[in-house]
Every structure is written in C-alpha cells, then in structure tokens.
C-alpha cells in the first residue's frame, strides 16, 4: 500500500523549503533594518527580506535629536506612537516637531522611514530628497535613504549614496552588504560579490557577508560556491539559522537528501531543538528516503515537546500506514479527528486505513460521515465509490461517481472511474460515453484514451478500438497496458503479428513480471506456429498469475496443438474451474472429443460457488 498511489493518497506531504529569492524591495528594507535598528536580523533562506522591515527596527535608531525644545517634545510624543505601533500618530508628532525644528535631518529621515514602513513611497521619496540635498554624514541616515530610493527604483541613486556612507566610514560592514543586495537585485552578480568581499574584509567574524555570496553562488547556479560560503557563515557564527537553511536548500535541489539531513541535524543540535520548521523539514526527508523509523523518532521528539502537534501526529499516521501497521495509523487519525472532526482528508486516510484491515463496514462509514459533512466533496464520492466498486456494488458505485462527474466535470479520475464500472457491468456504451466525456475535460489523459479503446473493442468498433490505443501511446510511449492490449488485440485476431510481438515486447520491458504481458507474448508466439517458445511462456504466465482462466485456457490450446491431449484436457478443466460460465470453451471441449466438461465434479464445484458467492464484504483489489 502506498500513500500516493492513484486516488488512494488522502494527505499530501509538504513540500521542501522554498528556494531563496530575492524580492526588488529587499535592499531598501533591509537598509533600513539595519540602520534603524543598528543590525541586520535576516530572514530564513527562502522567505521575503522584506519581513525584515519593522515598526520596532525604526524606532530602535538614536541619532543627534532635535536641540529645539518643542520639537524634542513632539520627538518624544512620536516615539511614544512608535512604541504603541501608531505608525500614522507617529508621523503626526514628527510633523509637528519638523514645524519647530524644519532643518532636521533626524526627523525628516524618521518621517521617511516610516512612510516607507507603510507602503506610501511617494511621500518616503519626497522627505528622503529634503535629506539628500543636505550635507548629511551620519551613516545610518545615508544607508536609509539609500534604502527607500532602491524601494522606489532608483537604483542609481541608492547607489550613489551607499558609496557616501562607505565614504563617511570605510571601516563599517553594513554599507557594503546593503550595496551589494542592490546590485543582486539588479542582476550585477560579480559586482554584488566583490561588495560582499569588501564587507567581510570590514568584518570577518560576521556571517552576513558570506552568507549572501552563498546565495549569489545559488542564483549564478554554482552549488559547490554557495555551500563553501554557507559553511563559512555557519563556521563564523554557529548559531546562525540562515546558512544551515540555505545549505540544507542547495543539497536537496542537487538530490543529496543525505547532506541535507545532517545540516538540519546539525542545526537542531547547535541552534534550536525546539524549531517545528526544522524538524517537518527533517522529517519529510526521511520519508523520502523510506526512512520511516528514524522519521517516527523525529516525530516522536517532536510530539514530546508539543504533544498537540496535529501536523506531527498526522505525519505520524501516514508513517504506520506505509509500515502497514494500520492499527497505530488509525490511533493516531483517530486523535486528529477528535481535536478537528472536520478534517475530510484525514476521515479519508482513516477509511483508507480501515479498509487495509478488511474492515469495510468502518471504512464506508467513515466516507459516509465525511458526505455528511460536505455533500459536494467531491473525493469523499470518489472513496467511497471505490470501495462499493470493490465490493461489487457497482449500481451503488455508479450512483457516486455520477456526482463527482457533476460536482467536477473536469476531474478525469471520475470519469475514469464510472467508465470502469460501466465496463464491469457490460454497459459499454455507457462506459465509452463517460471515456468519450472525460476526455473533452482532459484530452492528454492517456489512461482515458486507453480504456475508452477497451471499450470500443468490446463494442465490435475494432478500427475505434486501435485509433484509442495509438492515440494514448502518442501521449504515453510507455504506457505498458496499452502497448500489451494493442499487441495482444492483433494477436488474438492473427494481423500485424511481428508488430504485435514487438508491442508486447515493449511492455514487458517496462513490466518483466506482468503475467498477462508473457500471457499474450506466449499467444502471439503461437499465432506464429512457434509452438516450443510459445508454451514456454505460457507456463512462465502461469506461475506468475495463479489464477486466470485465459492463460491455462491459452495452455490448453498449445497442448492440444501439440498433440498432448491430456494435457490439454487438464489446462481446459482448470479454465473451466476458474470460469465455469465460458461457453465457448465448453463447446470446444465436446468437439474435440474430450468428453462433457459440465459432468466433471471440480467443474460443477465451481458453478456452485459461482451461484452462491461470499458474502459482498470480501472486496477485491
């Protein structure tokens, strides 16, 4: 059993971490973060930069204050807003203090920022140009206004100031590493790095610098430079979250789920134990990799210190189901749904679960609760159709598969469905109608294409039949059921018989141990008069497929070709065993003079139990 297989997978995994990206604002909020905030607090790789902009990074700077005592008073009353997140006060009092003290560069870049801070950039550009034009030295100031004219697109601009704040204080770091995030927004990768260097020169023991060559190394696709640079961000400070992120990103995009995997334990051990994040990162490779114990112990640590971890109880129950220990799957959904009852997709894991265990009457009750909740789920009609289509209840079946086709003509899995089981009650004009249907919703389906080609054959429409397989193999190449169908079709009919075998040849490249696939190699063998390679087949078809009636009845005919009359007398028995209602094989039976098979007691046996079948809880797959 597998969590993914088709329209089985309830509950999907989530994905890795996001790449690292580079949005256009990133420069200028990252300027002011640092400036007004006196350090650079980065995100983790893969997140926006502009979260790192925030009300309490403004109000964090403490340059020169206004020397006019209403305006220091205002300032106050400013800052004040700005401690009580009243951005919009703020910038009131500050006004109010500007009126008193209009020379201000300190209020003016104050103003600036936090209309930055709100998205209003027109009126950040306009306080930041009052700055500009002054002989301002401050640093901080300088990077700032840098800062909102990259905001705004005026990369020139920022850049001209960035280099009057290194001007202003050639030993500090920031202004370099805030130019170089401008220049990789630009594109100017090389130029970005050598400001990265040129940073790092400033301040080797900080892990800023190499970690955003790391992430240049990324963006100019050259991995094994990025993860240097990350592994020097982590080797100069430890602790540092971004670098082990990033690090973790680069070895998953080259495969290496095993390097992956260490960083993040790494980083559990160095820098947050506690990181939920992390941990879910952890744990989605380990699944990856089938490493379902070390995965259970992740979670198990993870369940501890948060015992209500849904999401950890969740993974924990897709981990035992794929164990097939179906029980402590169930304990596990069980716990979910008590805490949410409106989960439908972990109702429908559970079903799933319960049907693994044959406990099928759980099972549709499950699938039924979720309808109850939501008529118009559309997979909650798809489940428990399925499993009515594995009881054989296939007019209930129908009944459900009729509403999804309704609620979501689009999905081709319910089309795919309802044909199927049209198909099963020999109404193959309905079956081709709701192929036919589906594939106006989804015309590259190959697996629409196919079974609407069963379809055809089984209407007598042959040429139709063949046009349906072709076309899914244009879609497909290596859809191994149609290539075995088609082979087989002009086989049975004695046409195009070196394609045929080249056909059923392909396919059982892709599937080697597919029964059926060495059935019809074996038939073909024999349409051919290769009798020897033909039975040679057919009994390795036979071992691999225990039970079907077409391959011992394909047995029986090459014996009797062979002149091994009780051979081929035993091979049709055990047809007939298998599916007592072909009369066709009854009748060729008397023919041949091998008696009346209808008198055989194991055949009678078979009728019987065909007549009185078990009850309609033993489902089949």
């Known amino acids: ?31 002011i973060a640092s400036i007004l905030g006196g350090c650079t607090a980065l995100p983790q790789a893969g997140t926006s930069l502009a979260a790192s902009s925030s009300p309490s990074a ?45 020379s201000s560069s300190y209020l003016q870049a104050r103003i600036a920022a936090l209309y930055f801070s709100r998205g209003d950039m027109d009126n950040a550009v306009r306080f930041a140009n009052r700055v500009a034009v002054t002989d301002v030295r401050e640093e901080a100031i300088l990077v700032l206004l840098a800062g909102i004219y990259a905001g705004a697109g005026q990369a020139e601009r920022a850049l001209a100031l960035y280099d009057r704040a290194i ?42 610098g190499y970690y955003y060559l790391g992430r240049i190394g990324v963006e100019l696709n050259q991995p094994d430079r990025a993860i240097a640079n990350f592994e020097r961000a982590i080797t100069a400070n430890p602790t540092f979250e971004p670098a082990y992120i990033a690090l ?119 699938y039924e609760r979720n309808l109850e909740l939501q008529p118009t789920y559309v997979d909650g009609h798809l489940h428990l159709g399925f499993l009515l289509y594995r009881l054989k209840r296939y007019p209930d079946a ?21 044909g199927l089981t049209y198909l099963q009650t020999d109404q193959y004009a309905l079956a081709s109608q709701a192929f036919e249907q ?21 209407l007598n429409r042959f040429d139709d039949a063949v046009g349906a397989m072709e076309t899914a193999l244009r879609l497909d190449p290596k859809h191994a059921d149609a290539l075995n169908y088609l082979g087989y079709s002009y086989a049975e009919r004695g046409i195009k018989i070196e394609e045929a075998v080249s056909l059923i040849k392909r396919a059982l490249s892709l599937k080697p141990n597919n029964g059926y696939y060495v059935d019809s190699l074996g038939w073909a063998f024999f349409k051919m008069g290769l009798l020897d390679e033909a039975l040679a087949e057919l009994k ?13 009845e394909h047995l029986g005919e090459i014996y009797y070709k062979q002149n091994r009359t009780q051979d081929a007398r035993e091979a049709w028995l055990r047809s007939l065993e298998l599916d007592p209602s072909n009369l066709k094989l009854i009748e060729r039976f008397r023919d041949r003079g091998l008696g009346d098979p209808t008198l055989e007691e194991r055949v009678q046996q078979a009728k019987r139990r065909v007549s009185h079948p078990p009850s309609s809880q033993q489902a089949h797959p």
């Open 58 to 102: 403004i109000r964090s700077v403490q340059p020169a204050a206004p020397a006019d005592p209403g305006a220091v008073y205002h300032s106050m009353l400013g800052y004040q807003a700005e401690l009580n997140q009243d951005a919009e006060g703020a910038i009131r009092e500050y006004l109010s203090a500007l009126r008193d003290d209009p």
């Open 167 to 208: 001007a202003q204080d050639p030993k500090g770091s920031e202004p370099y590493f805030s130019k170089g995030i401008l220049l990789v927004n630009l594109r100017r990768l090389e130029e970005a790095a050598r400001e990265f260097e040129r940073g790092i020169e400033k301040a080797k023991d900080s892990p800023i």
């Open 438 to 458: 589906g594939i106006t919703y989804n015309h590259g389906n190959p697996d629409l294409h196919f079974n609407l080609g069963t379809a055809y054959d089984k």
């Open 540 to 552: 390795k078809a036979a071992s691999l497929v225990k039970e079907d009636p077409v391959i011992y």
């Open 398 to 418: 129908i009944v459900h598969f009729t509403e999804a086709v309704k609620l979501n003509p689009k999905k081709p899995d319910a089309h795919l469905l309802l």
């Open 248 to 366: 973790a990103s680069v070895y998953e995009s080259q495969q290496d789920r095993g390097k992956a995997v260490a960083v993040y334990r790494r980083y559990l051990q160095l820098v947050n134990p506690h990181s939920k994040e992390v941990r879910q990162h952890l744990v989605r490779l380990l699944i990856s990799d089938k490493s379902y114990s070390e995965a259970l112990a992740e979670l198990e640590i993870g369940l501890i210190q948060d015992p209500d971890d849904l999401d950890a109880q969740l993974r924990a129950g897709l981990i035992y189901g794929e164990l097939k220990d179906y029980q402590k799957a169930i304990q596990y959904l069980n716990k979910i749904l008590a805490a949410r009852p409106a989960e439908l997709k972990v109702r429908d894991y559970l079903g799933l679960m319960y049907e693994e265990l044959k406990d099928y009457d759980t099972a549709m009750q499950a």
């Open 1 to 31: 059993m597998s969590v993914t297989r088709c329209l089985r997978g309830r509950v999907s995994i989530p994905a890795g971490p996001l790449r690292a990206r580079w949005p256009r604002t990133v420069l200028s909020v990252l300027a």
